[in-house]
T-cell receptor, first 111, second 114 residues
Framework: DTAVSQTPKYLVTQMGNDKSIKCEQN?????MYWYKQDSKKFLKIMFS???????INETVPNRFSPKSPDKAHLNLHINSLELGDSAVYFC??????????FGPGTRLTVT | AQSVTQLGSHVSVSEGALVLLRCNYS??????LFWYVQYPNQGLQLLLK??????LVKGINGFEAEFKKSETSFHLTKPSAHMSDAAEYFC????????????FGSGTRLSIRP
């Protein structure tokens, strides 16, 4: 039974398109995150929600918009995709300031 | 502000040899420290963590790390490397007051030679 799941696992799309990535956690955690991992494996936090409330919003283009319908779900919508958006996107969840549990990642390729 | 530095983007050891991955942190408040492992095409998995208490912490797969406040270090070790240890390793820091934000290091790729 997967703790943090993401869909889709792979996403190939063209520049200018709009796409969404979905994340769900069944751990009962209050906090969820989106990270971007680039080709050099550098992990950068993008957003964090605590119980459906946005608490971390790093310097991310406005084309990226997170949405949390409930505390078990955090989706990421990306408008007008650019080549530089190609990366692996990870969802994670945690309870307070403790360890984060990561999803398997979504590899986004923009052509 | 907090930060973490991992020394060496790539470490290569022979199977059976000692593994040592270095991590130094900067924090103006008591840190919580973590090591995560990422196997190819997978998400990150927690290896071990330090929050308070005993400074030598043991994790999964035979790994351990020691919190040294005087050296601001949290190096990861394993006495004998196994081929299955080949992966990317990330050190991370947060604190009770950081509003859930964890800062990750740039990662160290561990290769194991037969």
């Amino acid at each position: 039974d997967t703790a943090v799941s993401q869909t889709p696992k792979y996403l190939v799309t063209q520049m200018g398109n709009d796409k969404s990535i979905k994340c769900e956690q069944n751990l009962g955690h209050d906090t969820m995150y989106w990270y971007k991992q680039d080709s050099k494996k550098f992990l950068k936090i993008m957003f964090s929600y605590n119980n459906k409330e946005l608490i971390i919003n790093e310097t991310v283009p406005n084309r990226f918009s997170p949405k949390s319908p409930d505390k078990a779900h955090l989706n990421l919508h990306i408008n007008s995709l650019e080549l530089g958006d190609s990366a692996v996107y990870f969802c994670a969840s945690s309870q307070e300031q403790y360890e984060q549990y990561f999803g398997p990642g979504t590899r986004l390729t923009v052509t | 502000a907090q930060s973490v530095t991992q020394l060496g983007s790539h470490v290569s050891v022979s199977e059976g040899a000692l593994v040592l991955l270095r991590c130094n942190y900067s924090s103006s408040v008591p840190p919580y420290l973590f090591w995560y492992v990422q196997y190819p095409n997978q998400g990150l998995q927690l290896l071990l963590k330090y929050t308070t208490g005993a400074t030598l912490v043991k994790g999964i797969n035979g790994f351990e790390a020691e919190f040294k406040k005087s050296e601001t270090s949290f190096h990861l070790t394993k006495p004998s490397a196994h081929m299955s240890d080949a992966a990317e390793y990330f050190c991370a820091v947060t604190s009770y007051s950081s509003a859930s934000k964890i800062i990750f290091g740039s990662g160290t790729r561990l290769s194991i030679r037969p």
